[in-house]
């Protein structure tokens, strides 16, 4: 058993390393698949490659950015998702659902208009997002016969007020400096990563995603519900607090390096629960490790689809929301 | 339930009062309405405007609607700008513009994102407006506009000789023809003087060109006023004719495309993305970069050479002396932006503001500093 366990966390660990590797051989540059090797090569033994410099530009500078960032922010998505719903005993939220991708999307564009620097987005980002959950949960509660619909549906109001800040924030942004800087942000894609892009991004990104690893166990609790948890003796608002934090955390600096990318935090999650079931303590890192697989798996392909590529977000929805619906007819509305 | 009544009744009566209110305040001192089409029309003049439409406008035009902000440009050139009275917002934040034209601080702005504010566009009482060609695809916008009985007229280019007949259309409208055609002269004399010297260039001797826009990755696809214009400048452009992502109306290609065309010489039209382009590990390995050719493009009323600019003649020449620098020994880049501000706007550029406009710190920095 504990070997079978071992197995499974390196699969876990190894499945998106190996998406990375397989995504450097995909792009519009035709590079042989030799030459990529070659490359790969000559910087583990830090030996001069002879090749020319374009080759290990593409290589080390564009694709592997790109799929490290394409890995983190599935990530990201996938586990806050899975934290919601776990959370709030709920299969229908993510952070896109639950307004947190909006909000945060709006923080950023509102630190680029009263600042007009891109320095304080990340703590806009954060503080609007975590600002949406509250709100959509609030929404929520008003009416308790349907709990799941109606925290969706304050979701869906969140996100919708979010996105109309959104558009005002760009209608009064100055055209020439602020507006070009909110639409680049928001826009964001995995197309221009560099490691500077990582570095930044990924600090939020790794502290939410750590955090929620390790209080993984105190979910299953919670999700007990609030009696079942103050029971035995876990303090709830504190531990959820913790929870929400941590993946609106990860879900803002996500939103921050790439837009908004929906429907990866709501599919990523229940695609785990069929594989390793509902066991938060499993599902979570799970959960973590479909998302970075599947994120850097649309953007191949939309990479390789057409020659000027798909926006990620377009892929994403055309997967995601017909899964949407056969939750809704799976679950019919209700808790789990 | 009485009391129910009561208050329903009280609802009812304060939002007609607020109503009356707010239509009374919105009606202003000018009317809603204007006379009958027709009744006006004291003395009409036809154009063909950039669709193809035959439009009557009025021989006197004294009050324009320039839901464009290259028609902007164009009216201020033409000497007519003090007869604007409807912008876009973009022409409000422009600040030379609006140095130049106190006026159009106060213009209404009838149109956000392409939608004309009819109500707003009426009380405003234009004799003609101009709109943009975006805004004419839309069958709900055009049905608005004709409506509302203004001559309107659609303003569109998609290359040179287009951009010269919008000039002259707007000329031919504001009555100022004559001025018009002076620039569209001068803007065709730019053009044979280029060519003529780059005979002596074969065509597959052109230097290749990646030309960036605003942002290091938006470039130019093909049938766009940029293909034209920098073809007719000598560069031979290395993304018109490829597969490049629109979002919106921009282009935009990848990093991958752009090492694989791996262009000679890198214009930027922003400032800063010369810098970012150089300093990227990301685009490092380029001829382009190697070599230094990363050039930041001149910035006067607007950005020269943009898809929207007016100044498409100097960016012609510029482009055509940065390219080929021993062809075009002979070309003074400073005292031909200096002819041209002060032939076209009447300015008279300072040399520092000349150099700061070629540059590419522009005008609108420039100008304040200098005073």
């Known amino acids: 058993m504990a070997t079978r366990k071992k197995v499974f966390y390196i699969l876990l660990i190894l499945s998106p390393l190996a998406f990375i590797f397989l995504s450097l051989f995909v792009g519009r540059y035709p590079l042989s698949i030799s030459s990529i090797v070659n490359i790969l090569i000559c910087k583990i033994t830090a030996n001069p490659c002879n090749l020319p410099d374009q080759y290990n530009s593409i290589v080390w500078e564009i694709r592997m950015p790109r799929a490290i960032l394409g890995a983190l922010v599935g990530g990201a998505l996938a586990i806050s998702g899975a934290s919601f719903q776990g959370l709030f005993r709920n299969p229908l939220v993510s952070s896109g659902l639950l307004g947190v991708s909006s909000g945060a999307g709006f923080g950023a564009a509102l630190a680029i208009l009263l600042f007009s620097s891109t320095s304080y987005t990340y703590v806009f980002a954060f503080f609007f997002g975590g600002l949406a959950v509250l709100a959509s949960y609030l929404i929520g509660r008003t009416y308790n016969t349907t709990p799941a619909i109606m925290l969706v549906l304050g979701g869906v109001i969140v996100s919708s007020v979010f996105s109309a800040l959104i558009s005002f924030a760009k209608y009064v942004a100055d055209p020439y400096n602020q507006l070009p800087t909110i639409v680049y942000w928001l826009m964001g894609s995995l197309a221009t990563a560099r490691y500077h892009d990582i570095v930044i991004g990924g600090i939020p990104m790794a502290a939410g995603i750590s955090g929620l690893i390790a209080i993984r166990w105190r979910i299953n609790v919670l999700s007990m519900g609030d009696k079942e948890a103050r029971s035995l003796g876990i303090d709830t608002v504190v531990n959820k607090g913790i929870v929400i934090a941590c993946a609106t955390l990860a879900t803002a600096g996500a939103v921050c390096v790439s837009g908004i990318i929906g429907w990866v935090g709501l599919v990523m999650p229940h695609i785990g629960r069929m594989l390793v079931g509902n066991d938060n303590k499993v599902l979570i890192p799970a959960s973590l490790s479909l998302g970075a697989c599947f994120l850097i798996f649309v953007d191949n392909l939309g990479r390789l689809i057409t020659g000027s590529e798909i926006p990620l977000g377009i892929l994403t929805a055309l997967v995601g929301g017909p899964f949407f619906v056969y939750l809704l007819k799976k679950t019919k509305g209700g808790g789990w | ?371």
């Open chain 2, 1 to 371: 339930m009485k009391k129910v009544l009561a208050l329903r009744a009280l609802i009812l009566v304060l939002l007609l009062i607020v109503s009356i209110i707010v239509a009374g305040c919105s009606g202003g001192y000018q009317s809603a309405f204007r006379p009958p089409v027709g009744a006006k029309k004291a003395e009409t003049i036809t154009v063909r405007d950039c669709a193809g439409r035959i439009v009557e406008v009025p021989v006197k035009v004294e009050r324009i609607g320039c839901l464009y902000a290259f028609c902007g440009h164009v009216v201020a050139m033409l000497g007519k700008g003090e007869n604007i009275v409807a912008v876009v917002e973009g022409l409000k934040r422009d600040k030379l513009l609006t140095e130049m034209l106190p006026n159009i601080k106060e213009a209404a702005v009838p149109s956000t994102g392409g939608a004309v504010n009819l109500e707003e566009l009426i009380n405003a009482d234009p004799d003609v407006v101009f709109i943009r060609g975006e805004t004419a695809r839309s069958e709900g916008e055009m049905e608005k506009l004709a409506k509302s009985g203004i001559p309107y007229l659609i303003v569109d280019y998609k290359n040179i000789k287009e951009q010269q007949y919008a000039i002259d259309l707007i000329g031919q409208v504001t009555g100022a023809r004559e001025k018009a055609q002076r620039y569209n002269k001068y803007y065709r004399r730019c053009i044979e003087r280029v060519q003529k010297d780059l005979e002596a260039v074969p065509a597959n001797k052109r230097v290749r060109v990646y030309h960036s826009v605003n942002e290091a990755t938006r470039t130019d696809a093909r049938d766009t006023l940029p293909a034209d214009w920098m073809q007719v400048a000598g560069a031979n452009n290395v993304s018109v004719n490829q597969d490049l992502k629109l979002i919106e109306d921009k282009y935009f290609a990848g990093l991958e495309q752009i090492i694989l065309w791996d262009p000679a010489v890198i214009l930027v039209n922003e400032a800063g993305v010369a810098d970012y382009i150089l300093n990227s590990r990301q685009w490092f390995s380029l001829s382009a970069v190697k070599n230094r050719k990363v050039y930041q493009m001149p910035n006067g009323i607007s950005r020269w050479g943009h898809p929207g600019s007016l100044e498409t003649p100097m960016a012609i020449l510029w482009t055509a002396k940065t390219l080929y620098p021993d062809l075009f020994s002979g070309l003074n880049m400073v005292s031909e932006t200096k002819f041209f501000y002060k032939e076209f706007y009447n300015y008279d550029l300072p040399e520092e503001v000349v150099l700061q406009i070629l540059s590419g710190k522009g005008m609108r920095v420039s100008k304040e500093s200098a005073r």
